[in-house]
């Protein structure tokens, strides 16, 4: 179980998060998105699904736009654009 976070293509970066329960995936998006610039987007993957509530939350809280959400059959993918 270790968390990775890499650059995927230009202004796009994916932070995978599975194995990790409350409050890890939302500590860990919050310190991803405080390294990228604005516009960029974050794919992130979790497979918590009670971690979902609080990332949406914290996202709103901060102005980021969750532009995609997909369900990969056990684990989750959020594609967010920091605001």
């Not at 194995?19 to 918590?48: R, W």
């Not at 971690?51 to 914290?58: D, K, V």
Request: net charge negative.
């Amino acid at each position: 179980m270790a968390m990775s976070f890499n650059k995927t293509g230009d202004h796009e970066w994916e932070l995978n998060v599975c194995g990790y329960t409350c409050p890890h995936p939302q500590m860990y998006t919050k310190k991803a998105l405080q390294k990228i610039e604005s516009g960029d987007v974050l794919s992130l993957v979790f497979d918590n699904p009670s971690s979902g509530e609080s990332i949406m939350a914290m996202c709103e809280a901060e102005g980021s736009d969750l532009i995609d959400r997909q369900d990969a059959g056990g684990s989750f993918v959020w594609k967010i654009r920091k605001a």
